[in-house]
């Protein structure tokens, strides 16, 4: 064990050396990652893993330096970035000039009034999504909560990037792709220094999922390019898009960018709302006040637009929920030059591991920080927290464009559902997190959905 010792007016970092983190890191990494942050009380923490050596930056005033007033310090490169390269391509998930002129043109599309317009039109494709599940109920069948989770997201992402211009099928291409290509890199996240020509576990499922992806999206690019009227979906208005140029984006930086936000904002979504069905199930008090406003607000349905801005509780569930578990449970970064996070000496080259479950997980920063009680989110009572004590969603030139959507869509998803059943956990638990691109239970979850309450053709 090496203690990363800069010479002068840096401080030590605290070592975690391999034989100390490598079992729990085999058997639980999010959790250990998580422990070791919350015993180093926010110091940053160097990880011997052998020929990899991250740093661990937890502390809310280091995560601001790195994602927001350094950031152009901590790029998005390296080890952890590179086999998720193969998938996302040179988008708006890379740095420079794919990053910038991607979010330059994507920014508008997320705006509130951009997805406040097509509210509407997501309640309805969720509704019609969700009534599919009545065919569970009736037959009293158990659902994969994942699977259907992702099925009802996947509906309404598609809607808004590409609007009808991918039909039911293509659109059920995709989703077990990038299941796939999701669980498939872990071998390759996990060891990310192992050489591209070593083939590792997953690669040929990995590279299967990215062309099946391509085969769907291409000539859905192709038909929508003869054809971008003056449509509100994503891909009519990466279509249209000119540069200063004149020009505008080629297919492949089209479906860069779809693919990159596909990726982020189905995943994301589907694997926070999977988290919420266990959590309702030990928090019998939690789901009580969520049933309530759900049939007070929104009775017996369906779900509409107007309904989210008395859905107070539920979102009060949801950061909640994203405190506990969120999606992107790991930002890792590069330092390009050297520099110094906390009194400790960062090398250039050098990986920083920004972890939101970590830092949303620290006593110093949380009380009783492993329980989940969305009271912690009532109007006024995080005012005075760090901003970067919870960040979700990330921070800085990279902030996650989704916010609103995930705002949106995720209540809209929850109030569907309660509005027609009240699902009961059919599985036991305990879920541990899984560390795929987006964290997932790596258990099964399954449900009951009950009696179908609500709605035609109603059983109950
Ligand atoms: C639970 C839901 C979501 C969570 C927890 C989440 C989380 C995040 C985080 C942490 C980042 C920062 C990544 C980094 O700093 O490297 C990010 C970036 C991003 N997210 Fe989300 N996201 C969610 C949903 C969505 C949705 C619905 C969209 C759809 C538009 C989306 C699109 C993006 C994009 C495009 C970026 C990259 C922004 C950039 O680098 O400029 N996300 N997201």
Redesign the pocket.
């Known amino acids: 064990m090496s203690i990363d010792a800069a010479a002068g007016t840096f401080r030590r970092s605290r070592t975690v050396p391999v034989h100390r983190a490598l079992s729990g890191l085999m058997k639980d990494p999010v959790n250990t990652l998580a422990e070791i942050g919350r015993r180093a009380q926010g110091e940053v923490v160097r990880l011997e893993l052998g020929l990899f050596r991250p740093y661990l930056v937890t502390h809310p005033d280091h995560v601001q330096q790195v994602?927001k007033s350094d950031w152009t310090n901590y790029r998005?490169e390296g080890m952890f970035w590179r086999p998720l390269r193969r998938m996302i391509g040179a988008s708006?998930?890379?740095e420079d000039e794919p990053?910038e002129s991607?979010?330059k043109v994507?920014?508008p599309l997320?705006t509130r009034r951009y997805i406040d317009s097509i509210a509407g039109e997501m309640a309805g494709v969720i509704t019609s999504r969700v009534t599919e599940l009545d065919e569970y109920a009736l037959a009293g069948q158990q659902i994969d909560v994942l699977e259907e989770m992702s099925r009802i997201v996947n509906r309404a992402?598609l809607k808004?990037l590409f609007g009808d211009r991918i039909t039911r099928e293509e659109g059920e291409r995709l989703a077990p792709a990038y299941d796939t290509a999701a669980t498939s890199i872990n071998f390759r996240l996990l060891m990310p220094f192992m050489p591209y020509s070593v083939r590792v576990p997953g690669d040929r499922s990995f590279m299967k999922a990215v062309r099946t992806v391509d085969d769907v999206v291409f000539p859905v690019i192709r038909n929508a390019r003869a054809d971008s009227g003056d449509g509100l979906d994503v891909i009519s208005a990466l279509c249209r898009v000119k540069g200063d140029d004149g020009t505008g984006l080629d297919d492949r930086q089209i479906r860069d960018n779809l693919v990159?936000?596909y990726g982020?904002?189905?995943e994301?979504?589907a694997?926070?709302l999977t988290w919420l069905w266990p959590l309702l199930d030990a928090h019998p008090g939690v789901a009580a006040r969520l049933y309530e406003e759900i049939d007070r607000v929104v009775g017996a349905g369906p779900v509409a637009p107007e309904h989210l801005a008395e859905l107070h509780y539920t979102r009060m569930v949801l950061q909640e929920l994203?405190r506990l578990y969120?999606?992107?449970w790991i930002?890792?970064?590069m330092a390009m030059k050297s520099a110094e996070i906390g009194g400790v000496r960062i090398k250039a080259g050098a990986q920083v591991l920004?972890s939101?479950y970590s830092t949303h997980r620290l006593d110093e920063f949380w009380e009783r920080p492993l329980e989940f009680d969305p009271e912690r989110f009532a109007p006024g009572a995080h005012e005075r927290m760090h901003r970067y004590a919870y960040?979700?969603?990330?921070?800085?030139?990279?902030?996650?464009?989704?916010?609103h959507?995930?705002y949106v869509?995720?209540p809209l998803m929850i109030a569907a559902i309660l509005s027609r059943f009240r699902p009961q956990l059919a599985t036991a638990g305990p879920y541990t997190p899984f560390p795929a691109a987006?964290l997932r239970p790596r258990e099964k979850v399954t449900l009951n959905l009950g009696p179908v309450r609500h709605g035609p053709g109603a059983a109950a």
């Open positions: 994602l998005r708006i998930l890379g990053w991607s979010r994507l920014q997320f992402v808004v990159s936000v982020a904002a189905s994301s979504t694997m926070s994203l969120p999606a992107g930002l890792p970064r920004i939101p960040f979700p969603f990330g921070g800085g030139s990279h902030q996650c464009l989704g916010k959507l995930f869509e995720a987006s």
